[in-house]
């Protein structure tokens, strides 16, 4: 059984459509993120849902929504997607305290033409 | 704010060999949570080793273990008896605050045969 899930893997779009990912994780976590990872593989939180409730929003475009429609599922839309959106998005879950690691979905990697 | 830094991109060890990956971070908080994560070519994230900021031992799991120096904030990962499979990008992480987890910019680790 997957523990945390995305869909797409692999996304290709054009510049100015919108676009989500969804994500699901079936580890009964409470806190579940966003992350993105460049092409240097640099990787920065986006996102923080605890509870459903948005705890960190770190400095992304507002083009970037996360909506969390219960505590296991995280999904992230983008609109007006642009050129340096291309770069791998991965959800993550834990238990919701800093102290526990979090489990990370396989990953999605966006191309952004 | 805290910061971590990673200051290897690259390092590459002989097969059966030991190495050490270099980590040192910066954090007004005096409770928080150090992590090694490793991202093989496959690009899921998987844990390998947790080291909680109050325990003075150094945390060990199986051939992967760290020298914690908390008065220099420094977190090295040692890989003993090097595999093959260990052949990754290696991401020291530090996790502190409400759920703020902040990652370095990661260490290619290139194991030969």
């Known amino acids: 059984d997957t523990a945390v899930s995305q869909t797409p893997k692999y996304l290709v779009t054009q510049m100015g459509n919108d676009k989500s990912i969804k994500c699901e994780q079936n580890l009964g976590h409470d806190t579940m993120y966003w992350y993105k990872q460049d092409s240097k593989k640099f990787l920065k939180i986006m996102f923080s849902y605890n509870n459903k409730e948005l705890i960190i929003n770190e400095t992304v475009p507002n083009r970037f929504s996360p909506k969390s429609p219960d505590k296991a599922h995280l999904n992230l839309h983008i609109n007006s997607l642009e050129l340096g959106d291309s770069a791998v998005y991965f959800c993550a879950s834990s238990q919701g305290s800093v102290s526990y690691e979090q489990y990370f979905g396989p990953g999605t990697r966006l191309t952004v033409t | 704010a805290q910061t971590v830094t990673q200051s290897q991109p690259e390092m590459s060890v002989q097969e059966a060999e030991t190495v050490t990956l270099s980590c040192t971070y910066d954090?007004?908080?005096?409770?928080?949570?150090l992590f090694w994560y490793k991202q093989p070519p496959s690009r899921q994230m998987i844990l390998v080793i947790r080291q909680e900021a109050y325990k003075q031992q150094n945390a060990t799991e199986n051939r992967f273990s760290v020298n914690f120096q908390k008065a220099a904030k420094s977190f090295s990962l040692k890989i003993s008896d090097s595999q093959l499979g260990d052949a990754a990008m290696y991401f020291c992480?530090?996790?502190?605050?409400?759920?703020?987890?902040?990652f370095g910019i990661g260490t290619k680790l290139q194991v030969i045969p």
């Open positions: 992480a530090l996790s502190g605050g409400y759920q703020k987890v902040t």
């Open positions: 954090t007004s908080e005096s409770d928080y949570y």
